[in-house]
């Protein structure tokens, strides 16, 4: 999206922290926000406001901060990109743990659609980032799996396209949340046992029930009950379906 | 990123490859009749129920995949029928998938019945499906009627057989109901042989591309043994053995095929496996659809016991009170079985200090000391553990608890599922690494079998109550068990970093809850124990009675003094110990009887408390017992069982000597 351009370096550090924060907790308090990046409130509040301009987040004083799709979509592409180039500078450069977060925000920024495609595939589609073991986010390319961006390796990001849904791990999904099965990360074997049981591109699925620990997640699909691992399920990528047809307030396609 | 791991080594394959040896004899006229399906729909309570005592269990050749074969007669006719490792699909990831394939194929069964679990209906016929592709005849059980209708499903069986083209017959399996209609059917389909091919082909450029590959290996006159439309289909979707028998045959047959898995993939933008497994489940589903109702959904029993037995917090309750009832039940009945059996066979003596005499009285004595060993190993100890255990996996409670354990079981590289057999390790070894069969692959298997041989067993707390808790206190016996658990816990540790790997990640199907049959459990219970007896007995008989030989040949005195700088210069026993651990080694409750036949029941004579908890210490991690090293032979081979058998000695002798040393300041 080109209008993600337009961000300044200052401003997609706080998309990234609205990303991880609103994983956990939505809407997510400006103190927060605040602790995390180190600045005064005020500098929070005058930001989040730029920001609601530009329509990435909606803002309720008092209650807090929710990414809205346009703005999940910027802000789980950069981080992606952050957590791509902790792995790379960790697993190529072997730099140390404890220096790549500081390295990778600075690289981040400048780094194309096609040198992050470039790097997933150098190293071998990762999952996670090195430092805190933080799930990298799925791309926005049209791929259903990493086979196919393997594959199609001449096509550049351009003629490949982009996904028009924000999608999100199952890990990240809440209990009873429901969504239809569209990317799976990982190489043919997994994916082909997990079709087996049923988890099939466009599959529909719903979570019933998450193991504290990061134990497994039980999911139905197709009727029947499925336990995954964590390690299988955070590699699965799902678009939240929403039952109720007129969205309510805050029913964001990505959970 | 999670990768499985290469669950097959290309020589274990092509062992499949040689056909499978009957143990049943079949005569020319008899019907062979496969049962094939999904993990839990009930096939083994169908062939049970088929065959009563006329079973046999044993293992695929070379394989540690159970095969039960049995007979039985149906209005004169003699009918075979084999039970087939419950599979998901024919995709070649587990020796399971492996087997069932192969055995279809080649042994050709007059008639496979494909059971499904009727509450889980789309993904049950996902398989079927793949069966039909394959073209075998095919009668279709729908079974578990009784959940499905539970559940508000109303499947019409009708239907069902209109869609698919084959015979299905509605069952209730653990009452016996419908089993009589569905051998009528699997017996005229027999008689017939009529095979049926997929009734509604996929979707348009699937079906057309799959035809096409279908007609050139024909006109290439490829004979694999399976069906060539199943060959095209598996050739499309990539499979690795199936694409390198083809390639040995005809090249020309691979450029085709990789040329129309691209068109395909051109249509779709998605690999070809994935397009053919979506259309097998979009038509699945569309038969499904079209074969079963749902009322308005209401929670069943098991639903909502789910909702205690897996709640992020209760369940870890109900998960514990299922480890610790196990344990309990073992403990208490096992324990108590086993001072009855011993009172009854107070008589006798492991190692007889006074018995001189005749080299057969000699032998003998020693050889009833392995029965004695054998016998009260097996009847305290495996029955109890084996029934209990067949109901918490029958009922479906062995997957809720796996659930919850995961997280923790992934911190020595096992899944939830490996929490069982080191549960089992508590009681004896043996049946614990037997049960590793459970996992997927080799090394998880091996992983947990070696986390079973510390645990402690029950002779080894045995004669950690015996020495420690009796003589020194009962604190310090806890000190041993709490000790225990750490080794366990730092060697697993330690193992995972020798055989690194990527770990299998669990993807467990969670069945609903049901009360198993108590016939089915019993019938279960009995073949497990025994495949251990056959184990057991001749290694305990034989291996007492060449102790027993030795030992009157005062051969044993010798190595003992052999190993004195060890046993008394490292870790400060008495030169008597050498002996011990010699006997031990037979079965550890030998370690206290000799004691005891040496020093008379007042053993604190003879020893320190340090020396007590050194000794109980030592024999407690110091080697697996001779029932735990040939079960390990039998399931991972000479080398492995060595090298696990060493690592325990080691670490006896390393942990046991610190211990000797440190103590001495202490007591």
């Avoid at chain 2, 040689?18 to 094939?36: N, R, Y």
């Amino acid at each position: 999206m080109s209008s993600g351009n337009t961000l300044s370096e200052n401003a997609e550090e706080y998309m990234e922290v609205l990303y991880k924060l609103s994983l956990k907790e939505r809407p997510v308090k400006t103190t927060k926000i605040s602790t995390m990046l180190n600045v005064s409130p005020a500098s929070v509040t005058q930001m989040i406001k730029k920001l609601q301009k530009e329509g990435y987040v909606d803002y309720s004083p008092y209650k807090g901060v929710t990414l809205t799709e346009e703005g999940y979509k910027i802000a789980s592409k950069i981080t992606r990109k952050h957590r791509l180039l902790e792995r790379f500078l960790h697993d190529v450069l072997k730099i140390k743990k404890d220096k790549v977060h500081d390295q990778a925000c600075e690289m981040e920024h400048v780094l194309s659609d096609d040198a992050e495609r470039a790097l997933c595939q150098l190293l071998e589609n990762p999952d996670e980032c090195p430092d805190d073991e933080e799930l990298i986010p799925v791309c926005d390319f049209q791929f259903e799996t990493c086979e196919e961006c393997h594959k199609r390796r001449q096509e550049e990001v351009n003629q490949v396209g982009k996904r028009d849904k924000n999608l999100v791990s199952i890990t990240d999904m809440k209990k009873n949340e429901k969504g239809k099965v569209s990317f799976i990360r990982g190489d043919y074997k997994v994916i082909r046992r997990l079709m087996d049981m049923g988890i099939t591109m466009g599959a529909h699925i719903a979570v019933l029930e998450v193991a504290p620990f990061k134990g497994p997640i039980q999911l139905l699909v197709r009727g029947s009950n499925l336990a995954l691992g964590r390690d299988i399920a955070k590699n699965v990528f799902v678009e939240i379906i929403r039952e109720d047809t007129v969205p309510s307030k805050g029913a964001l396609s990505y959970g | 990123m999670v990768k499985l791991p290469e669950c097959i080594e290309k020589s274990e394959y092509e062992k499949t490859i040689s056909s499978v040896t009957q143990e049943v004899k079949i005569e020319p006229g008899d019907i062979t009749i496969a049962l094939a399906g999904n993990a839990n729909v009930g096939k083994s309570v169908i062939f049970n129920n088929l065959t009563g005592s006329e079973q046999v269990v044993g293992n695929w050749p070379g394989k540690t995949v159970d095969l039960a074969e049995g007979t039985f007669h149906y209005n004169g006719q003699k009918l075979h029928i084999i039970d087939l490792p419950g599979i998901y699909s024919f995709s070649t990831f587990s020796m399971e998938e492996i087997v069932s394939r192969e055995y279809i194929a080649h042994e050709k069964p007059e008639v496979v019945i494909n059971v499904l679990d009727g509450s889980v209906l789309e993904r049950n016929l996902f398989f079927t499906l793949q069966l039909m592709e394959m073209g075998v005849p095919l009668v279709v059980c729908v079974n578990q009627m009784d959940i499905a209708r539970q559940k508000g499903f109303h499947i019409d069986t009708e239907k069902l057989e209109k869609a698919l083209g084959v015979p299905v017959v509605p069952t209730v399996a653990i009452h016996g109901e419908g089993l009589q209609k569905l051998v009528e059917k699997a017996i005229d389909v027999a008689q017939t042989r009529k095979v049926v091919e997929v009734p509604v082909g996929y979707g348009g450029e699937v079906e057309r591309v799959v035809k096409q590959l279908e007609e050139f290996l024909d006109n290439e006159g490829l004979d694999l043994g399976y069906s060539n439309r199943w060959v095209a289909i598996k050739l499309l979707e990539n499979d690795p053995e199936i694409n390198k028998q083809v390639e040995s045959i005809s090249e020309r047959a691979i450029q085709y095929s990789t040329y129309l898995a691209l068109e395909l993939e051109k249509i779709h933008d998605e690999p070809s496996f994935s397009i053919i497994a979506s259309e097998r489940y979009a038509l699945a589903s569309r038969i499904a659809a079209g074969a079963q109702k749902q009322d308005k959904y209401k929670p069943t029993l098991s639903e909502k016991l789910d909702k205690i037995l897996i709640h992020p917090l209760f369940g870890y309750f109900t998960s514990a009170l299922v480890i610790l009832g196990l344990l309990i039940w073992t403990f208490v009945l096992g324990n108590f079985l086993s001072e009855i059996i011993t009172e009854a066979m107070s008589f006798f003596q492991p190692v007889d200090a006074v018995l001189s005499g005749p080299v057969i009285a000699v032998l003998w004595n020693g050889a009833f000391g392995g029965f004695v060993a054998g016998v009260t190993l097996i009847v305290p100890f495996v029955i109890p553990f084996y029934i209990l255990l067949s109901y918490i996996e029958n009922s479906g409670l062995l997957t809720r608890v796996a659930f919850m354990m995961d997280s923790f079981m992934q911190k020595i590289g096992l899944h939830g599922k490996a929490l069982i057999p080191l549960i089992l390790g508590y009681g004896c070894s043996v049946p614990a690494i037997d049960s590793t069969k459970i996992l997927e692959t080799r090394r998880e298997r091996l992983l947990a079998a070696f986390a079973i041989t510390f645990a402690p067993c029950s002779a080894r707390t045995i004669i950690i109550l015996s020495l420690v808790a009796i003589f020194v206190s009962i604190w310090w016996a806890l000190a041993l068990y709490v000790l225990d658990i750490i080794i366990i816990f730092i060697m697993g540790k330690l193992a995972l970093k020798a055989m690194p790997g990527e770990s299998t990640g669990l993807i467990m199907e969670m069945h609903a809850l049901r009360l198993p049959s108590t016939s089915n459990i019993l019938k279960q219970t009995w073949n497990r124990t025994k495949s251990l007896i056959y184990l057991v007995f001749p290694v305990f008989i034989a291996g007492s009675a060449l102790i027993q030989v030795l030992y009157v040949l005062g051969v044993l005195g010798p190595i003992s003094n052999f190993m004195a700088p060890l046993t008394v210069g490292w870790l400060l026993l008495p030169s008597f110990a050498g002996i011990l651990l010699i006997v031990g080694v037979v079965r550890k409750e030998f370690v206290l009887l000799t004691l005891v036949s040496f020093v008379g029941t007042d053993l604190s004579l003879a020893l320190t408390p340090v020396q007590f908890i050194v000794l109980a210490l030592i024999g407690m991690l110091y080697i697996p017992c001779l029932s735990t090293i040939s079960i390990l032979i039998r399931e991972f081979g000479l080398k492995a069982a060595s090298v696990i058998s060493a690592a325990n000695l080691i670490t006896a002798f390393i942990v046991g000597g610190i211990a000797a040393h440190l103590l001495s300041f202490i007591l």
